[in-house]
């Protein structure tokens, strides 16, 4: 194992890959971002909307959930550009990480709602709350306990699906390392780095989440 | 926005689709059943007395959930060689998938011993069973049985994950359907089938596996 | 005469084909006390509800201070009301429930203060010191700052009372309120609420403890299969029964 000569590659590489590890940074928390909002309504429409609308967002939820993330990534890339929508790669992968966490997040959503025993409701009712009153007071905060350890987890496959984006060209971390391979032939050791940074930010996203977990418990 | 929609050119092809689809499914089986083995002997790890045995399998766990597949499968395939060891494509996405699915089903296993009653182990041992035959014949099967439902899970997971497969040019799904856009240009409909595919692909197994739970599970 | 506080006229409800209340007359003057005893499915748990329109009803009237909830006569036709002001009418009355519900991400205090500053629009101090106040006067003054996790069940239930009571209701409704609870919690929640009949608050409730009922109560209604059977004052009903049913029901309620 070259470890010297990998640690020499990487340090002779560092602005690019940086930009990389910037990049990846970029792409996840943007679709994070982005997919979470999104993933808020389609929680709230499949467990409070009336019956059309529940049946409309459950076919865009599970043709999401249904198709690999891979294949949105490239359906995103190619079809967008040909209807005359053009999103450069970079643009086109972080619609399609958004769309994919939406999904993602609109089921935990929806579960952790569903979750909350009725007897809340009908005590929040029986005080004479609203309902947008009865959901920001009562529901969402029972519902945030339950919602964020898996959304942690969608958080760091998001982190982990923005690797894909390589394929079509973004130059994020994962690509940004392979470049230095192609440079190097030190695949085996520099693969590894690749793996090391991943690992890292998805420890500190789990770290974190574990914190905030034990911040906001109920005592009981 | 004018497009001719043209499904003939996908439909042409439909029977290297089909080819595509049955090798993932093939792999995914393949993968889950080794990753069964690895996971089982990691959970199991993970309960050990001995420290050394613990860490080494929680290290496992938290190594490989956390690095995205796509590394992992580029370094089985691409820098593996360096050490000698040269897989085939094949081969090398299913050593790959294993050891990826072992680390999130050594979670499943180990969540499903946790809630097994301590009885069971102790009845084992007074009828004269040893340890391992205790393991053997009455621990697994009852555990096995009890986690069914997120077993499932992860096998639609892993199924979706074999498109990545296509990123060494294994022929499934996903491999062809990049070959067919870039042969007819038909990226909407080509991705539309192909997305389609995965989705009723995911429901039929869902649907099946539901069978296979509910004739295997423990009457209650 | 005063307007009643309560007032039910033919109130018919069905849950899908099933009807579970085929036209419940009941009339509640301020201060009145009435229990309603019944076995399952009798329809007793379902009237209650129908007053807060926690459930819906479809045919009848109930009507709170003179007040309809819930729907309104409009051309002839019956119309529900808007979200806005059923929540209005909901602050009428209070209710405490069989299993507390309790906000369990909030301290007793907070869930006392919730009703008082979201809908009656109370000023944060002002609520805190009816809050204060009211958890006082049902003995848990003590755990104000404690989460609902942190509570014995008995001491759930009366800070539940007090989350309603505090609302200023003008009826308060009670839905088996102790039938949750371990037998030894039951009385100092049986105290509070005999407590606040003394103070002449309009209560509603539905229980299974006989004893109570008959002790608390100026007026006992039997139900079956979602009629009235029988009602009267509590000596009435329990010492001298009129109907079979009744008697069977007291007979298997242990009552003496």
Redesign the interface.
Same mark, same amino acid.
């Given at each position: 194992m070259e470890i010297l000569e990998a640690i020499i590659a990487v340090w002779a590489a560092r602005w690019p890959i940086l930009d990389g590890i910037g990049n990846t940074l970029l792409i996840s928390g943007v679709a994070i971002a982005w997919g979470t909002m999104l993933g808020l309504g389609v929680g709230l429409l499949l467990t409070y909307g009336n019956l059309g609308v529940r049946l409309f967002v459950r076919i865009y939820s599970?043709?999401l959930r249904?198709?690999? %993330? !891979? @294949? /949105?990534i /490239? *359906?995103c890339f190619?079809?967008l550009s @040909?209807?005359?929508i053009d999103l450069s790669a970079f643009e086109a992968g972080i619609f399609a990480l958004t769309l994919f966490c939406s999904s993602h997040v609109g089921e935990i959503v929806r579960g952790a709602l569903q979750a909350i025993?009725r007897?809340?409701t009908? *005590? *929040? &009712?029986?005080?004479?709350?609203? !309902?947008s009153?009865t959901l920001f $007071? @009562?529901l969402f905060?029972?519902a945030l306990?339950q919602i964020l350890p898996t959304w942690v987890n969608t958080a760091?496959e998001i %982190? &982990?699906? $923005?690797? /894909?984006l $390589? #394929?079509i060209g973004v130059v994020e971390l /994962?690509l940004s390392v392979?470049q230095v #391979?192609s440079r190097a032939y030190l695949?085996?050791e520099l +693969? !590894?780095f690749?793996?090391f940074v +991943?690992?890292l930010i998805? !420890?500190a996203i789990?770290k974190t989440g574990r914190y905030v977990e034990r911040k906001v418990a #109920?005592? $009981? | 926005m004018d497009y001719n929609f043209n499904f003939a050119a996908v439909w042409r092809d439909f029977d290297l689709l089909m080819a595509g689809l049955g090798l993932g499914i093939f792999l995914a089986i393949i993968s889950i059943a080794i990753g069964c083995v690895i996971g089982l002997l990691a959970a199991f790890g993970m309960l050990s007395k001995n420290r050394a045995i613990r860490v080494l399998s929680s290290a496992y766990v938290s190594a490989i959930r956390n690095t995205p597949i796509l590394v992992l499968i580029l370094f089985t395939f691409f820098a593996l060689p360096q050490l000698g060891i040269r897989l085939g494509k094949i081969e090398s996405f299913i050593a790959t998938l294993s050891i990826y699915s072992g680390a999130y089903l050594t979670e499943v296993f180990r969540a499903g011993l946790i809630a097994l009653p301590i009885g069971l182990r102790e009845a084992g041992l007074t009828i004269g069973l040893t340890e391992q035959r205790t393991k053997l014949f009455i621990t697994i099967p009852v555990m096995f049985r009890n986690v069914l439902p997120s077993l499932s899970n992860n096998f639609i997971s892993l199924f979706k994950d074999t498109s990545l497969a296509a990123a060494i040019a294994v022929p499934e799904l996903t491999f062809y359907a990049r070959k067919i856009n870039v042969e007819t240009f038909r990226v909407i409909e080509t991705w539309m089938v192909v997305s389609l595919m995965y989705v009723a692909a995911c429901y039929v197994i869902a649907a099946i596996l539901r069978r296979v739970e509910s004739r295997l599970a423990i009457p209650r | 005469m005063a307007t009643p506080i309560l007032e039910i006229k033919n109130l018919h409800k069905r849950f899908g084909k099933l009807e579970v209340l085929k036209g419940i007359d009941l009339t509640m003057l301020q201060g009145d006390v009435v229990s309603l005893i019944g076995s399952s499915g009798s329809g007793k748990t379902t009237l209650l509800r129908c007053v807060n329109l926690l459930e819906d009803y479809e045919d009848g009237i109930v009507a709170v201070d003179g007040e309809q909830i819930g729907f309104k006569e409009k051309s002839g036709r019956r119309v529900r009301l808007s979200e806005k002001e059923i929540a209005r009418q909901r602050a009428m009355t209070g209710m405490a429930f069989q299993h507390f519900n309790l906000f369990p991400h909030m301290t007793a205090i907070n869930n006392v203060m919730l009703g008082l500053i979201k809908t009656r629009g109370t000023p944060k101090d002002e609520a805190y010191s009816i809050a204060e106040k009211w958890l006082e006067r049902v003995g848990v003054r003590a755990r104000k700052d404690y989460f609902p996790g942190q509570l014995s069940g008995g001491q759930q239930q009366r800070v539940a009372i007090a989350r309603a009571i505090a609302m200023n209701p003008k009826l308060m409704l009670f839905d088996e309120v102790t039938s949750a609870l371990d037998p030894e919690l039951v009385n100092e929640v049986l105290a509070v609420i005999q407590d606040l009949a003394k103070d002449g608050m309009t209560m509603l409730l539905v229980t299974h403890e006989m004893q109570f009922a008959h002790d608390v109560s100026s007026r006992v209604v039997f139900m079956q299969d979602g009629r009235i059977g029988e009602a009267g004052p509590p000596e009435q009903l329990f010492r001298s029964p009129k109907s079979e049913r009744l008697t069977l029901f007291l007979k298997n309620s242990k009552f003496h």
């Open positions: 599970d043709f249904g198709t690999p %993330v !891979f @294949v /949105l /490239l *359906a190619y079809i @040909v209807i005359g025993p007897g809340q009908e *005590a *929040a &009712k029986s005080i004479g709350l609203t !309902f009153q $007071s @009562v905060p029972q306990r760091t %982190v &982990k699906a $923005s690797t /894909l $390589s #394929i /994962l392979q #391979i695949s085996m +693969y !590894f690749a793996g +991943y690992f998805n !420890f789990e #109920i005592p $009981s | - | -």
